[in-house]
């Protein structure tokens, strides 16, 4: 098989998709630099803390241009995050409390979760501290409305918990608009309900955000898209101004919060991952579309399709065979800048139930927004690819994974 041909027979058929993509991108980089101009951001605020943190003032500088990117009235920005499922627990121990209920409306969330929660066995989890837990699953790909006011009319609910990316399931991420829609129709029953949404991957593929459209507070990785392989590590949580003080009374420790927490060298990092993120969200997006169209031409299923609109910058491919998961992934790797020699092999991984295989040559360990594919051995045996920083590397690494795929 010609797999140029393909490929860049694929690529003049995208052209619409393209089109939009940059004018998304065009959008958000407005965005983030009139939050830049704005705040004033001058060379002092790269300067560093170390110990407690004091006075950061770069890092409250960064804390604010946050806040207007994300339409949000303030956010909590920091390296002291290991990763987005980190955040999400500080988020969640920081608004519940022993006999609240939280309530996923998206059904069960990452398995990273599952025993931050108690949905699996943990003495650190949620549970064990008396807060309970209950779920609705999507329907139809959207909110099952009617069992939403079912419950909250029959139940205090304290915290409403919304994962916009499918993480490792099969439905489908919920964009902007289905996000606000549901938030207007939680917030017609009950205004008291927190409802907190789980970010992650989608930052910048839309020029909305969640709390500009009325969700009480997000929380997003910088190791993904507002990073834009330039943080190191870190997090976000955007939103009311109450709720991001008592996350960073959680992160830290009451009475100091978000005084404390030194930036260790990292704020320009993470101010130039910011400023790049426009741009290397839609080249992740490309690299998908380009990837959900090639693989339609050879009749493999994916998820969304390449003409249809997107909520993150994940891209399903569903194999429906293990083998192929496994030569798809490992082609990946060996299109990738970082450990391009090694051969990934499905591997039991912390806070998942299923073996997994992770493609990830990358210059930050984790780093999703650098070109990745990654899925848990388990039927329908689906590769969830996502980022790349330039479109032209995902497309090479693309022609790889197709050749590991193909050979005979």
Same mark, same amino acid.
């Given at each position: 098989?010609?797999?140029?041909?393909?490929?860049?027979?694929?690529?003049?058929?995208?052209?619409?998709?393209? #089109?939009?993509?940059? %004018?998304?991108?065009?959008?958000?980089?407005? !965005?983030?630099?009139?939050?830049?101009? *704005? &705040? @004033? +951001?001058?060379?002092?605020?790269?300067?560093?803390?170390?110990?407690?943190?004091?006075d950061d003032l770069g890092r409250d500088v960064i804390e604010?241009?946050?806040?207007?990117?994300?339409?949000?009235?303030?956010?909590?920005?920091?390296?002291?995050?290991?990763?987005?499922?980190?955040?999400?627990?500080?988020?969640?121990?920081?608004?519940?409390?022993?006999?609240?209920?939280?309530?996923?409306?998206?059904?069960?969330?990452?398995?990273?979760?599952?025993?931050?929660?108690?949905?699996?066995?943990?003495?650190?989890?949620?549970?064990?501290?008396?807060?309970?837990?209950? #779920?609705?699953?999507? %329907?139809?790909?959207?909110?099952?409305?009617? !069992?939403?006011?079912?419950?909250?009319? *029959? &139940? @205090? +609910?304290?915290?409403?918990?919304?994962?916009?990316?499918?993480?490792?399931?099969?439905?489908?991420?919920?964009?902007?608009?289905?996000?606000?829609?549901?938030?207007?129709?939680?917030?017609?029953?009950?205004?008291?309900?927190?409802?907190?949404?789980?970010?992650?991957?989608?930052?910048?593929?839309?020029?909305?955000?969640?709390?500009?459209?009325?969700?009480?507070?997000?929380?997003?990785?910088?190791?993904?898209?507002?990073?834009?392989?330039?943080?190191?590590?870190?997090?976000?949580?955007?939103?009311?101004?109450?709720?991001?003080?008592?996350?960073?009374?959680?992160?830290?420790?009451?009475?100091?919060?978000?005084?404390?927490?030194?930036?260790?060298?990292?704020?320009?990092?993470?101010?130039?991952?910011?400023?790049?993120?426009?741009?290397?969200?839609?080249?992740?997006?490309?690299?998908?579309?380009?990837?959900?169209?090639?693989?339609?031409?050879?009749?493999?299923?994916?998820?969304?399709?390449?003409?249809?609109?997107?909520?993150?910058?994940?891209?399903?491919?569903?194999?429906?065979?293990?083998?192929?998961?496994?030569?798809?992934?490992?082609?990946?790797?060996?299109?990738?800048?970082?450990?391009?020699?090694?051969?990934?092999?499905?591997?039991?991984?912390?806070?998942?139930?299923?073996?997994?295989?992770?493609?990830?040559?990358?210059?930050?360990?984790?780093?999703?927004?650098?070109?990745?594919?990654?899925?848990?051995?388990?039927?329908?045996?689906?590769?969830?690819?996502?980022?790349?920083?330039?479109?032209?590397?995902?497309?090479?690494?693309?022609?790889?994974?197709?050749?590991?795929?193909?050979?005979?």
């Amino acid at each position: 098989m010609d797999l140029d041909n393909l490929i860049n027979s694929s690529e003049k058929e995208l052209i619409k998709e393209f #089109e939009n993509i940059d %004018k998304i991108e065009y959008l958000n980089s407005k !965005k983030v630099l009139n939050a830049l101009w *704005n &705040n @004033k +951001v001058s060379e002092q605020v790269f300067n560093s803390t170390t110990g407690y943190g004091y006075d950061d003032l770069g890092r409250d500088v960064i804390e604010k241009v946050f806040a207007e990117v994300l339409d949000s009235e303030d956010a909590l920005v920091r390296n002291q995050f290991i990763s987005g499922s980190h955040a999400l627990t500080v988020c969640l121990f920081a608004l519940l409390r022993p006999d609240d209920l939280l309530l996923s409306i998206t059904g069960t969330p990452y398995d990273t979760l599952h025993e931050v929660i108690g949905i699996k066995e943990n003495a650190s989890s949620l549970k064990s501290f008396g807060v309970k837990y209950d #779920e609705i699953s999507l %329907k139809n790909n959207d909110f099952d409305y009617d !069992k939403i006011a079912d419950y909250i009319n *029959n &139940n @205090k +609910v304290k915290v409403i918990e919304i994962q916009r990316s499918k993480g490792y399931s099969t439905r489908k991420s919920l964009t902007i608009d289905k996000l606000e829609k549901v938030i207007n129709f939680i917030k017609n029953i009950d205004k008291n309900i927190i409802i907190m949404v789980d970010n992650c991957y989608c930052e910048f593929v839309e020029n909305k955000t969640p709390t500009g459209v009325g969700a009480d507070v997000m929380v997003g990785s910088l190791i993904k898209n507002l990073g834009a392989s330039i943080a190191p590590n870190g997090a976000y949580i955007a939103g009311k101004k109450e709720l991001v003080e008592l996350a960073g009374e959680r992160l830290t420790l009451p009475g100091e919060g978000r005084e404390v927490g030194p930036s260790l060298g990292i704020n320009k990092a993470i101010l130039q991952g910011l400023y790049f993120a426009p741009q290397v969200v839609a080249n992740s997006l490309k690299t998908a579309v380009l990837t959900s169209k090639v693989m339609e031409k050879l009749n493999i299923e994916v998820e969304p399709t390449s003409n249809e609109k997107r909520a993150d910058i994940v891209q399903s491919i569903i194999f429906k065979d293990r083998e192929k998961l496994i030569k798809y992934c490992q082609g990946i790797q060996a299109g990738s800048p970082i450990d391009s020699f090694a051969l990934p092999m499905p591997a039991p991984m912390p806070g998942y139930s299923d073996d997994v295989i992770m493609a990830a040559g990358t210059f930050t360990q984790g780093s999703s927004i650098e070109l990745s594919c990654d899925g848990p051995l388990r039927d329908p045996y689906i590769a969830y690819q996502q980022g790349s920083v330039s479109y032209f590397y995902g497309k090479i690494a693309l022609k790889k994974a197709l050749e590991f795929l193909l050979e005979k």
